[in-house]
């Protein structure tokens, strides 16, 4: 999508000033609102690494077109350009957590991301000791709904070392809180979220069984079709010590399913309008 003259100027200036959080959120809005936005499709062969590496055999990742990152405040400043032209596709950050807690480098790397060129949704890390409605409402009033930004998403996983939340409740609870997460914020921002999780989260909730929806599997040590059988997935996180260049330490990285073609398609069909 290009952006006409007015459109560039206001980016500039929106880029330029600085800004709160909730300043960020208001200029995203109304960036949304002028129907402007743009998203890069570009794919760079990925020139990564990683600290602790696992031997796929036939099944690598390395055998897919598109690949990206999920990133939080343990990953610092990052130099997104240098990522981007080091094969990072796409960008998974998180923003928020049970009902009260922003990751304190969303907003600064949410900017980062989007001046940088590389398509970026959020997540929101779920805790079962608040209503989905209140985890609902705290992920839309920290996450601008901005054009071109990807389909956001739910991270559902148990929790056995948080300080505050180990509760697990029953499989039908558990996707009753999913759906009603996923509808709240598909009518906020246009898109209904892709839903993360782990392999025993997935065995015991049966959260593969939502309809309508996208997800994205961890399986750090098999490919997706032996951890999860006959599930469908849209992303695939296949390590958590990947070495990729413009950011310092470890970090996640996830291949997108399809290829080239299919991704392009999937960005004109999913982003944020």
């Known amino acids: 999508m290009r952006l006409g003259v007015a459109g ?3 980016s500039i200036v929106l880029v330029a000033c600085a800004a709160t959080p909730h300043r960020d959120v208001a200029r995203s809005a109304a960036l949304a609102a002028t129907g402007q936005g743009q998203i890069n499709a570009t794919i760079n062969p990925p020139r990564f690494g990683d600290s602790d590496p696992y031997d796929w055999g036939r099944r690598r990742p390395g055998s897919y077109a598109v690949h990206g990152i999920d990133v939080s405040r343990w990953q610092g400043d990052i130099d997104w350009r240098t ?4 094969g990072v596709s796409f960008a998974f950050l998180k923003a928020t957590e049970g009902g009260d807690h922003v990751d304190p480098k969303f907003h600064s790397q949410w900017r980062a991301a989007r001046r940088s060129g590389v398509p970026r949704g959020a997540y929101h890390y779920f805790y079962f000791c608040r209503p989905a ?17 990807l389909p956001h998403v739910l991270d559902m996983e148990w929790t056995p070392r948080s300080k505050t939340c180990r509760h697990r409740p029953s499989p039908r609870k558990v996707r009753a809180e999913a759906r009603e997460f996923l509808n709240i914020l598909e009518r906020h921002y246009g898109q209904r979220p892709v839903v993360y999780t782990t392999p025993d989260f997935f065995k015991d909730t049966g959260i593969g069984t939502l309809n309508r929806t996208e997800f994205w599997l961890r399986s750090v040590a098999g490919h997706p079709s032996k951890t999860y059988p006959g599930q469908n997935w849209a992303f695939w996180q296949y390590t958590g010590t990947g070495r990729v260049p413009g950011i310092a330490g470890d970090v996640d990285i996830n291949v997108f399913r399809g290829g080239a073609s299919a991704w392009r398609q999937w960005l004109s069909r999913r982003t944020t309008r």
């Open 83 to 86: 990522a981007r032209r080091a």
């Open 133 to 149: 409605a209140e985890q609902a409402r705290w992920f839309i009033r920290n996450v601008p709904k901005e054009a071109s930004a």
């Open 8 to 10: 560039v100027l206001m």
